[in-house]
Antibody
Framework: QVQLQESGPGLVKPSQTLSLTCTVS??????????WSWIRQPAGKGLEWIGR???????NYNPSLKSRLTISVDTSKSQFSLKLSSVTAADTAVYYC????????????WGQGTMVTVSS | EIVLTQSPATLSLSPGERATLSCRAS??????LAWYQQKPGQAPRLLIY???NRATGIPARFSGSGSGTDFTLTISSLEPEDFAVYYC??????????FGQGTKVEIK
C-alpha cells in the first residue's frame, strides 16, 4: 500500500530555511486524483494545513505562510518537498506530509511525521 | 478563512458509553467535512469523509452526520482504543483547509 515518509534536518537555526522532503512509495505520485499536502502540529497543539501541490506543479498555500513558503514536486523520484524561509521558534512543530485525495475530500494517508526544532 | 470550533474540549467517558463530538463551522462548508483520530505520538487517521462516509477499515461504531455549519461525530460504544483526540477538518470551495482545535476523549 502507499506509504509516505518525511525526511530532513531536525534542527534549524532562526532566520534560516527549513527544508523537508516526503517520499511516496507503494504507488504513483502522478495519479490524477491526488494532491500532496504538508501539515504541521506544534507540541500539544492542533493541526495547521501548510499547503499542497499537484503533480503538474500547481500549488495552493496557506496565506499565513505564503510569503515564506515553497512546495515543489519531483515525480521522477516520487518526492515532494517543503521549503519554509526565515524561520522562527513559532515554526517549531511536527511536520507531516499527507495524501490529499480528491475523491474523498480528505487526507487519507499520512507520513509518520518529523519533528523540526528552530533554535540557535 | 473558515474557523471550525469543536466542543467539548474534553469528554470524560467510560468504555461502553456513547460519545458525541460537535464541530461548528463559521460559514457553510456543505458536506465537505472530515474527522480524524490522533493518538499520542502518531499521525492522525482519517475516520469520516464528506461528513458521513466511513473511511476504509473504520469500524461501524464511528458515524458522522451534519451539513452546512453543524456536524457531529458519534462513537456508539467506546472501546479502549478509542480514547484519543479527534479533529474535524473542512474543505470548502477553496483553500486554506482548516482544522478544529480538537476534542480529547479521555477515560473517566
Amino acid at each position: 500500500q502507499v506509504q509516505l515518509q518525511e525526511s530532513g534536518p531536525g534542527l534549524v537555526k532562526p532566520s534560516q530555511t527549513l527544508s523537508l522532503t516526503c517520499t511516496v512509495s507503494g504507488g504513483s505520485i502522478s495519479r490524477g486524483t491526488y494532491y500532496w499536502s504538508w501539515i504541521r502540529q506544534p507540541a500539544g497543539k492542533g493541526l495547521e494545513w501548510i499547503g499542497r501541490i499537484y503533480t503538474s506543479g500547481s500549488t495552493n498555500y496557506n496565506p499565513s505562510l505564503k510569503s515564506r513558503l515553497t512546495i515543489s514536486v519531483d515525480t521522477s523520484k516520487s518526492q515532494f518537498s517543503l521549503k519554509l524561509s526565515s524561520v522562527t521558534a513559532a515554526d517549531t512543530a511536527v511536520y507531516y506530509c499527507a495524501r490529499d485525495t480528491l475523491t474523498l475530500d480528505a487526507f487519507d494517508i499520512w507520513g509518520q511525521g518529523t519533528m523540526v526544532t528552530v533554535s540557535s | 478563512e473558515i474557523v471550525l470550533t469543536q466542543s467539548p474540549a474534553t469528554l470524560s467517558l467510560s468504555p461502553g458509553e456513547r460519545a458525541t463530538l460537535s464541530c461548528r463551522a463559521s460559514q457553510s462548508v456543505s458536506s465537505y467535512l472530515a474527522w480524524y483520530q490522533q493518538k499520542p505520538g502518531q499521525a492522525p487517521r482519517l475516520l469520516i469523509y464528506d461528513a458521513s462516509n466511513r473511511a476504509t477499515g473504520i469500524p461501524a461504531r464511528f458515524s458522522g452526520s451534519g451539513s452546512g455549519t453543524d456536524f457531529t461525530l458519534t462513537i456508539s460504544s467506546l472501546e479502549p482504543e478509542d480514547f484519543a483526540v479527534y479533529y474535524c477538518q473542512q474543505r470548502s470551495n477553496s483553500p486554506p483547509w482548516t482544522f478544529g482545535q480538537g476534542t480529547k476523549v479521555e477515560i473517566k
